[in-house]
DNA sequence: CCAGACGTTGTT
DNA sequence: GTCTGG
DNA sequence: CCAGACGTTGTT
DNA sequence: GTCTGG
């Protein structure tokens, strides 16, 4: 996530006033496990999350789930309170998949973004939780997954529930009924999507800029046979 | 009743 | 916290 | 997700 | 091999 001001500009045609928690987004690249995320909560609330939803009542973060299969959301114990109370979108300019070799066991990354050039708005969820470390709550959340459209079955097996603005308040409104809430979990259309290669930057948590998303085109280097 | 689990992805 | 299994 | 660590007692 | 940290 590096550019958000059309999102938060589409947000308030949408939902008027909002409080804005952010402010000035710190451009990230590479938002791993444990990062902060920006989320646009259900009660209003534009701020920053831990990326990688903690159950309230677990007491370390070593259950820290950073996705939620849209198929059993609803009956999971670490997942129901928050998809049936604490609904959020969670925008993104682009994500990851990586692809393991199964000869070299290197693992390539792919940046996926949206073909119209636009962000993206995956389905989330989140959850307030004590940290005994930090001596306060913080908010954790985690997006929510569905199958692959055809283009991401390329990379993988799964992919997240991405929701187009006229999605949004369905997801967010805590009125809404839940077998209509079922009607998101579907996969955007192969077309609005598509993905190119990276180089190894991304793999490291500590590689934060934009050269993750650099996009590469020489083919991996091929591995030396032995003897 | 209490104890124990509570999750996904990927890989095999 | 809440559900499941015993 | 990937990268990187992974340990204690005793001695200095 | 498996867990932790980011």
Same mark, same amino acid.
């Given at each position: 996530?590096?550019?958000?001001?059309?999102?938060?500009?589409?947000?308030?045609?949408?939902?008027?006033?909002?409080? #804005?928690?952010?402010?000035?987004?710190? @451009?990230?690249?590479?938002?791993?496990?444990?990062?902060?995320?920006? +989320?646009?909560?259900?009660?209003? &609330?534009?701020?920053?999350?831990?990326?990688?939803?903690?159950? !309230?009542?677990?007491?370390?973060?070593?259950?820290?789930? +950073?996705?939620?299969? !849209?198929?059993?959301?609803?009956?999971?114990?670490?997942?129901?309170?928050?998809?049936?109370?604490?609904?959020?979108?969670?925008?993104?300019?682009?994500?990851?998949?990586?692809?393991? #070799?199964? &000869?070299? @066991?290197?693992?390539?990354?792919?940046?996926?973004?949206?073909?119209?050039? #636009?962000?993206? &708005?995956?389905?989330?969820?989140?959850? !307030?939780?004590?940290?005994? @470390?930090?001596?306060?709550?913080?908010? /954790?959340?985690?997006?929510?997954?569905?199958?692959?459209?055809?283009?991401?079955?390329?990379?993988?097996?799964?992919?997240?529930?991405?929701?187009?603005?006229?999605?949004? #308040?369905?997801?967010?409104?805590?009125?809404?009924?839940?077998?209509?809430?079922? /009607?998101?979990?579907?996969?955007?259309?192969?077309?609005?999507?598509?993905?190119?290669?990276?180089?190894?930057?991304?793999?490291?948590?500590?590689?934060?800029?934009?050269?993750?998303?650099?996009? &590469?085109?020489?083919?991996?280097?091929?591995?030396?046979?032995?003897?």
């Amino acid at each position: 996530m590096f550019e958000d001001s059309s999102f938060k500009e589409d947000v308030f045609k949408k939902f008027g006033s909002f409080r #804005d928690t952010i402010g000035v987004l710190e @451009k990230q690249y590479n938002i791993a496990p444990t990062l902060n995320i920006a +989320i646009y909560t259900n009660t209003k &609330v534009y701020t920053y999350s831990h990326f990688g939803l903690i159950p !309230s009542w677990a007491s370390a973060g070593s259950s820290m789930q +950073i996705n939620a299969r !849209s198929e059993s959301v609803y009956e999971k114990s670490s997942f129901k309170e928050a998809y049936r109370q604490r609904r959020c979108l969670v925008p993104l300019n682009g994500y990851f998949e990586w692809v393991k #070799d199964p &000869v070299s @066991k290197k693992s390539q990354a792919h940046f996926i973004v949206s073909t119209s050039g #636009d962000y993206f &708005v995956f389905a989330g969820i989140y959850e !307030s939780w004590y940290d005994n @470390k930090l001596k306060k709550t913080i908010l /954790t959340c985690a997006v929510l997954t569905t199958e692959p459209n055809n283009t991401i079955a390329e990379l993988h097996n799964r992919m997240p529930v991405i929701l187009e603005s006229d999605k949004w #308040d369905l997801w967010l409104n805590n009125r809404s009924d839940f077998r209509e809430l079922n /009607t998101l979990f579907i996969p955007i259309n192969s077309d609005k999507i598509r993905y190119f290669r990276v180089g190894e930057a991304v793999n490291s948590v500590k590689n934060r800029g934009e050269e993750c998303i650099k996009e &590469v085109t020489e083919t991996v280097p091929r591995q030396g046979t032995l003897f």
